[in-house]
Structures are given as C-alpha cells and as structure tokens.
Nanobody, 124 residues
Framework: QVQLVESGGGLVQAGGSLRLSCTSSGRIFSSYAMGWFRQAPGKEREFVAAIKWSGSSTYYAESVKGRFTISRGSANAKNTVYLQMNGLKPEDTAVYYC???????????????WGQGTLVTVSS
C-alpha cells in the first residue's frame, strides 16, 4: 500500500514562492509517475505537473510552465517529490494534491494513490 503526505502549503503574496513536498511510504515502482494536481473552490481537479519516478521525464500544464518545477528528492530524500512554485498568482490558489500512477498521465483518473492535499493561498 502506498501512502502520500503533502506539506508546504500556506499563504503567500502574488509573485512569491512556495515549495510543496510529497513524501511516499510503501513501494513505488520505478515505472510509476508522480503527479501534482490542484482543485480550486467550485472547479474541477486539474493537472499541474508530473514526473516519472526515475526522474527522466517531466510534464507541465501550460498554465504553470516556466513558473513551476517538479523534481525528485536527492539520495537522502528519494521518496520525496517536490513542486517548486515561483511567480505565484492569485489564480494558483487551490488545494494541491500529490498522486501516484502506474503510467505517466495528465488525467486524474489514472492516478491510484492520493495524498490528503495541502492548501495554497495566493493573495493579490
């Protein structure tokens, strides 16, 4: 069984930065992908970024490309995936979820394991 725990959310002013962390427990196969999704109030959950567990490939939503960076932890944090968010905008306000999928995908239905979410609020 895989468990995912997010952290790092909070309140930040527009233009600021936050780094979200997702720590996994249980076995993540090397073929898995890790994704970040977000859901704003009254809106559907949307894809933000994804990375192969090997770290070999990354993908981003157009709305965050150039501002957000997804990465895997180094050797002493290899079970952690990060989402570095720079140049934050009020429209980035949402609950951010970490998820794991057997395949790299943009769609949330492909992801079998989910964290509880962490709230990011960007003030104008």
């Amino acid at each position: 069984q895989v468990q995912l725990v997010e952290s790092g959310g909070g309140l930040v002013q527009a233009g600021g930065s936050l780094r979200l962390s997702c720590t996994s427990s249980g076995r993540i196969f090397s073929s898995y992908a890790m994704g970040w999704f977000r859901q704003a109030p009254g809106k559907e959950r949307e894809f933000v970024a994804a990375i192969k567990w090997s770290g070999s490939s990354t993908y981003y939503a157009e709305s965050v490309k150039g501002r957000f960076t997804i990465s895997r932890g180094s050797a002493n944090a290899k079970n952690t995936v990060y989402l570095q968010m720079n140049g934050l905008k009020p429209e980035d306000t949402a609950v951010y979820y970490c998820a794991a999928s057997p395949t790299l995908s943009y769609t949330y239905t492909s992801y079998a394991y989910w964290g509880q979410g962490t709230l990011v609020t960007v003030s104008s």
